[in-house]
C-alpha cells in the first residue's frame, strides 16, 4: 500500500534561500526543456518531403526525449555551474515532469482525455521539487536530512506508521511555509498472522470478510445540500463556502487596486489573497474528510455515482459551485474505506433522479423541481429518491456479486 505523509519543515534563513534558488533554477530548466520540445514539434511536424512552403527548413534533428535531455543535463551543468549545487536526482526529477507534460499533451490517458497545451511556468507556479529517491533513514528525531540541503528540522505531528518505507520525498512551497510530502510504502500484515508471514500483494486493498451486505447507503449530491443519504440524512453545505467567497472578493479588489506589480504593496496584498485561498482549500479538505470519516465508520458499503462517466459528469460539474469538490470527496471516501475494510461501488448516474425509487417509473422532472412524487404514492425529496435509487442499482453489481462469491468460497 503506499500512503503519502506531509510534514511542516522549519529551514533556516540560509536553507530558505537555497531551497528557493534550486526552485528558480529547476523552473528556468522546465521552461528550457518544455521549448526544447515545442521547437523540435514546430520543426518536424511533417516529413520533410510533405513539408509546406510556410513552415521553417531545419536540419533534422533528434527528438527531444527523456533520456537524451537527462543526458544533455551535462551541457547544462557545464554552461551554467550552478546546476551543479542541486542534487542530481532533483534535477533529472524535473526533466521526468516535461516528459510527463509533454506526454499527456500529446497522447490520450485510457479515458481519451488530453491535457492542454502545456504552459511555461511562473515563478508563482513551480512550487516544488522531489528527491526521486531517498534515504529510508532520513528522518531522525526532529530532521529530515535532504541531501545537499542538509538537516532541516521538521514538525513530526504524527509519527511515521510501523511498516512503511519512505520510497520520496517532495519538498513544497505553500502560502504559509515550507512542507515535506514523504511517499510511503508499506507491507501489510494481518494482526492474526505470526509476524513472519508472507506479506499480502500490497497494492490491493483488502476487504475485511465480515463486510455486512445489508449495511449499505446510497449518496447523492443534491444542489440545495452537500450529500444526502438513501437513510434520508443531509449533510448541508457548510457556511464557509458562502463566507469565503465575499472575502475572496474583497481580497481581490484590494488586489486589483495596487497596479504597479512588482511594489511590497502588491506582494503582500497578493500573499494575503493566497493565504486565503490555502485557507479555504483546508477547511473544505477537512470537512470532506469529516463526512467521510462519518459515512465509512456507519456503513459496511457505500454506494455512489459514478463520475468517471464521461460526458456525465462535464454536466455534473455545472451544476453548483461545490461539485468541483464531490470528486475529491469521493476519492476520500473510496480510500478511507478501503483502509477500513468497507465496500464502495461506483453505479451509473444515468436516470437516478428521473426514475422512481419504488415503482421504477420515470417521473420526468427538471432542476427546480425539488420533490418527487410518484403516481404509485410514493412522494419524497428529489436527492433523497435519487440517493435510494443509487443504493438500488448497487445491489447485484459485479463488485458485491465478487465479493459474496469470494465470501462463500472462505466459508466453505
Ligand atoms: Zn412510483
Redesign the pocket.
Known sequence: MEIAYQYRLRPTKSQETQMETWLNLLRMQYNYRLAERFKWWDENRCPINACPLVCSIAPPTEQPEYYGQKRDLVQTKAKFPEYTDIYSGVLQDCIGRVEKTFDRFLKADSSGRRSGRPRFKQRSRYRSFTYPQIKASCVKGKHITLPKIGDVKVILHRPIPDGFVIKTCTVVHKADGWYVTLSLHGTCFKSAEPPNAVPQDDTVPTVSPDVNQENAVGIDVGLKDFLVTSDNEVVPIPQFARSSEKRRKLLNKALSRKPKKGTKRRQKAGKRLSKHYQKVARQRKDFHYKVANWLVRKYDIIAHEDLNIKGLARTRLSKSILDAGWGEFLTIVIRKAASAGGITVAVNPNGTTQQ?S????K?PKDLSVRWHS???G?SLSRDHNAAINVLNSAEGHPVLKAHRLLRVSRNG
Open positions: 422512481c419504488s415503482c421504477g417509473h417521473v410518484c403516481l404509485c410514493v
